[in-house]
């Protein structure tokens, strides 16, 4: 079968299943199937797939017809201009995380800390998943000691591959805990945290494939959204030196109880996304 009525065929059936981008999603799975880049799906429409490809092919638009998010079918997912390895042990990295990156170098570099470039400089990613948060600010910030933390043994498993396939298996120290339990107090520059801030209660505005496929854990905190960072905040307090930055990600549901959460701390501020949704709460200890 020619790669083109593959591809059309393929097309046709994401859509009919109600997957959302079944172009992108299609023209991805074959990407995946045929371990080439998009530019050889245009460059030869001709291609004749043999039947083992076929078989892989379909195998995987019947995941993604079935919601299994294509990051988890392919294995990959980028962020921060960095591929990463990704599995059902880990929240899927996203375009809106990079905001933490983005904070964490904007107060670096304008005034949140003299010594930003120093080797002195020492960051802590709470619950890093995939180790996306972790990995970008070790490529960004070479001489900093960063550290990451993350209940889930799995998690670190495949934080620790992308740490290693990114040749940065030096930079970044692995712990598995609970938060910030065990690690040294008034120690740390920057603590930063994609944490789980969805309320059970907001669980049918979920997205279904996030619902079923992704790690519950790393998507609601409980009730409210609230618990887990309830937890964050005070270790955090306690594990940052005076004048420290906590840097989150949270979501418009839970802004004003983080707001209430860090009423004592210094520099308080909310930024919002691209699409103006509050995304990123930063807070200072005070000295």
Not at 82 to 96: K, N, Y
Not at 240 to 262: D, Q
Request: charged share 20%; glycine share 6%.
């Amino acid at each position: 079968m020619l790669l083109k009525d593959v591809l059309k065929s393929a097309i046709d059936h994401l859509t009919a299943a109600g997957v959302g981008s079944p172009r992108l999603n299609a023209e991805t799975l074959l990407m995946f199937t045929l371990s080439c880049d998009r530019a050889y799906l245009y460059a030869h429409p001709e291609r004749d797939l043999n039947p083992e490809e076929q078989t892989r092919y379909q195998e995987a638009l019947a995941q993604r017809a079935r919601g299994v998010p294509a990051q988890y079918i392919t294995g990959h997912q980028e962020f921060w201009g960095m591929d990463f390895l990704v599995s059902p042990a880990v929240l899927i990295p996203r375009p809106e995380t990079e905001h933490v990156i983005e904070t964490v170098l904007d107060l670096l570099h304008n005034g949140g800390r003299a010594s930003s470039a120093g080797a002195e400089l020492r960051i802590v990613d709470v619950g890093t998943g995939s180790g996306c948060i972790a990995l970008a600010l070790a490529k960004e910030l070479p001489q900093a000691e960063i550290h990451a933390t993350d209940i889930s043994r799995q998690a670190l498993e495949i934080a620790r591959a992308n740490a290693a396939r990114h040749q940065l298996e030096n930079r970044v120290q692995f712990q598995e805990t609970d938060l910030l339990q065990g690690l040294p107090l008034a120690y740390f520059d920057f603590v930063v945290s994609n944490p789980p801030y969805v309320g059970e209660s907001e669980a049918d505005q979920v997205q279904l494939e996030v619902r079923k496929f992704e790690p519950r854990n790393a998507v609601f905190a409980g009730p409210t959204g609230l618990e887990v960072i309830e937890h964050l905040v005070p270790q955090a307090q306690a594990a940052l030196k005076p004048g420290g930055w906590l840097v989150m990600e949270i979501s418009g549901t839970i802004a004003e109880g983080v707001k209430r959460l860090l009423k004592s701390w210094a520099n308080f501020r909310i930024a919002n996304d691209l699409q103006a949704i509050p995304r990123i709460a930063v807070a200072r200890r005070p000295a």
